[in-house]
Nanobody, 128 residues
Framework: QVKLMESGGGSVQAGGSLRLSCAASGVASNTHWMAWFHQAPGKEREGVAAISPGGTITYYADSAKGRFTISQDNAKTTLYLQMNSLKPEDTAVYYC?????????????????????WGQGTQVTVSS
């Protein structure tokens, strides 16, 4: 049984940093992509960053490039999202997801439709 549990959200001022964690159990790390998505109030869910099985490929949304870093621990049981230089527009609920992707392109990895497993989300609020 796959279980994903996010933590690390909170409230910060613009320019600050947060590190989100996602404890993953039951995920086949050698076959499944893992990713972070966010959803702001009244908006659709968007892909933020994704990492391939084995961690050899990473993708970032344009809004995240240069500010966010996705990574995993060596055991591939915890997914991280280091978020620096946070902006008010980063305010959203952040979700961890895992899935087997046949298409390894960026649109697929950040699209969300192929991900089978989702966490409950953690709130990130950035004030100006």
């Amino acid at each position: 049984q796959v279980k994903l549990m996010e933590s690390g959200g909170g409230s910060v001022q613009a320019g600050g940093s947060l590190r989100l964690s996602c404890a993953a159990s039951g995920v086949a790390s050698n076959t499944h992509w893992m990713a972070w998505f966010h959803q702001a109030p009244g908006k659709e869910r968007e892909g933020v960053a994704a990492i391939s099985p084995g961690g050899t490929i990473t993708y970032y949304a344009d809004s995240a490039k240069g500010r966010f870093t996705i990574s995993q621990d060596n055991a591939k049981t915890t997914l991280y999202l280091q978020m620096n230089s946070l902006k008010p527009e980063d305010t959203a609920v952040y979700y961890c997801a895992a899935g087997f992707l046949q298409d390894w392109s960026q649109p697929s990895a950040l699209g969300g439709e192929a991900y089978e497993y989702w966490g409950q989300g953690t709130q990130v609020t950035v004030s100006s």
